[in-house]
């Protein structure tokens, strides 16, 4: 989405884009993944969750609103190349994540909140294009 945004491309978004989604800053889900390799009880179960949800739509306002500050580009434009598409069948309205039990267990915590982790991800993809790039050609496949 951030790599439309920038080159005026089309916003696909479901439907009416009420699904609801847990989000989680990209480092504080790596953390919780050591964490769990390395603390974890063999067999059990760790969910790894944000405490932070979404409306799809909510939060693609909220990435348009700070790839066009970022990249200097007019909100109401860009807002304009939103497109709703068809909902694929059977496609779950909300995904919920419980992660007491990693909280509790083996005392992970969110470090990020999501508007610092939004903001920091929009950053990086702006100013690493030429990675994009090669992922969206295939080129790192050579």
Not at 4 to 22: Q, T, W
Not at 29 to 54: P, S
Not at 78 to 97: L, M, N
Request: aromatic share 10%; hydrophobic share 35%.
């Amino acid at each position: 989405m951030i790599s439309n945004i920038r080159d005026g491309k089309s916003l696909p978004v479901y439907g009416e884009g009420k699904n609801i989604r847990d989000w989680i800053y990209v480092e504080d889900h790596n953390r919780a993944v050591w964490l769990i390799m390395r603390d974890g009880e063999t067999g059990q179960k760790y969910n790894i969750g944000g405490e932070n949800e979404w409306q799809n739509i909510k939060l693609l306002e909220k990435l348009i609103d700070l790839t066009s500050e970022e990249a200097g580009l007019d909100f109401d434009k860009v807002h304009g190349t939103i497109s709703h598409v068809k909902d694929r069948p059977g496609h779950d309205a909300r995904y919920a994540i419980d992660c007491a039990k990693i909280k509790k267990d083996l005392g992970w915590q969110r470090r990020m909140t999501f508007e610092e982790g939004l903001r920091m991800t929009v950053k990086w993809y702006l100013a690493n294009t030429e990675w994009t790039e090669n992922i969206k050609s295939g080129g790192y496949l050579k």
